[in-house]
């Protein structure tokens, strides 16, 4: 009898958007259980930490791995994954580059925390006062949480990863062919990114809506226009990211008439922010005085550019000393 691959499926810090990829292959999900043995999924099965440290190093043939690293307790277990596995994918934007939760580098911990259980409309009139700590004494017995770490990393921060699939979340047909490519040992060298290495707006549709000479002399929110579902969404005057995202999603949004917002990250070599910053220097044509009007459609430029790569970007955390 043949031996099927073991593959796991493990969770950080992340909205549980990339488990619900796995639900979403439909009937490919009996094809992915009839070529491999999942032996590690908490989300959807009751494995326990013990079972992982009772695998031989290697044991499993792929880890995909999704979700930032926030606390000790995800450090922790990607490193005993790391150790357990051949390989890991680092699975979604939040492990290839911190995702959505890496906008917390934005402020700090204490700021979090400050606002999350003391200053808080919600905790009370009274105000609040306490806030979780890592050990906490009740009678006779010590109680420990995770450390919160200062800053939100991306999954290659703290241990070795093989192969990058982002995405929020991935689409279950990439997943499908990242695990097909796996068993089949046709993957490209270690370190890649499973995706095209080009622009989403090489594949969209609205790209030869594009004029050659495209100029605006401003930008929107997509709540303020109506915006034309056949036409380039920048010659539009509404931000879209297509500009500075790698391609491969399909553009779904795009094809519900809402504009790209980044999270496939950028293509090899190059800073998202730093790309975008740059597709717009070339496209707004005003005055120096009428520049901060032009750009009051990007009120969170930070939050735009970076909203899926902050880990991975040129800003990387709020400096010590900034205001926060």
Known sequence: MTTKPKVGFYWCASCGGCEETVVDLDEKVLDVVAA?????????????????????????????I??????????????????????????????????????????????????????????????????????????SVNLQLPELYDSVLKLDDV???????????PTPELLATAVGALLSGELP????VLLPDKALCASCDRNSSK???????????????????????????????????????????????????????????????????AALGGIIDVGEAALDEALAGIPDPAGSFYRYSMSASLLGRVRKGEPS
């Open 36 to 64: 491999v043995d999942i032996v590690f999924w908490p989300c959807a099965m009751d494995f326990k930490y013990t079972d992982v440290e009772a695998m031989a190093d290697g044991e499993m043939a792929a880890c995909f």
């Open 66 to 139: 999704n979700g930032a690293i926030r606390t000790e307790e995800q450090e922790h277990v990607a490193k005993l994954l790391r150790k357990k596995s051949a390989a890991v994918i680092a699975f979604g934007s939040c492990a290839c580059m911190g995702g959505i939760p890496a906008l917390a580098n934005l402020t700090s911990r204490e700021a979090i925390m400050r606002r999350s259980y003391i200053s808080s409309p919600t905790v009370g009139s009274e105000g609040g006062s306490t806030v979780p700590q890592k050990s906490t004494d009740v009678g």
């Open 159 to 169: 241990i070795d990863v093989d192969y990058y699939l982002p995405g929020c979340p």
């Open 189 to 192: 060298p270690a370190k890649s």
């Open 211 to 277: 004029p050659d000479n495209l100029t605006v002399a401003g930008l929107k929110r997509v709540y303020q226009v109506k915006a034309d579902p056949e036409k380039c969404f920048l010659a539009q005057g509404i931000l879209c990211m297509g500009p500075a995202t790698r391609d491969g999603c399909g553009y779904p949004c795009v094809k519900g008439n809402m504009p790209c917002t980044g999270c496939f990250g950028p293509m090899s070599g190059g800073d998202q922010g730093a790309r975008m910053t």
